[in-house]
């Protein structure tokens, strides 16, 4: 096995991290959780691509959400449209933080406690 496919199978096999979102709850839905992998460089050169050039971080931050935010099973929670939507009210401050965690490489033994 090369060391690209170590690199492979080491991502692959990273459990997906998860984070409340309080922000984003209501007495109909109850906890939200957003589940997510880190970011891959191929990933952030799609979300670069999305942005335009010029546009504030807040768009790259919703952008960073859409596309890496998952369900528990691993489905996509947004669809590609969701980003302007989200800009308008998912809160600055939520997509700033749920976009520094998904940009950073979790420690696996902190993703097992939460």
Not at 18 to 38: D, I, L, N
Not at 81 to 103: C, F, H, I, Q, T
């Amino acid at each position: 096995m090369g060391l690209i496919d170590t690199i492979e199978a080491a991502y692959d096999a990273r459990p997906m991290a998860r984070e409340r979102v309080p922000e984003w709850e209501s007495p109909e839905s109850g906890e939200v959780w957003v589940h997510y992998k880190p970011a891959t460089q191929y990933e952030l050169d799609v979300v670069g691509k999305e942005v335009p050039e010029g546009a504030s971080g807040s768009r790259w931050n919703a952008q960073v959400v859409v596309l890496k935010a998952m369900d528990a099973e691993g489905k996509r929670a947004f669809s590609n449209g969701d980003a302007e939507r989200l800009l308008k009210k998912g809160y600055s401050a939520v997509l700033n933080r749920l976009a520094r965690l998904m940009l950073a490489v979790p420690n696996p033994v902190d993703v097992e406690k939460k």
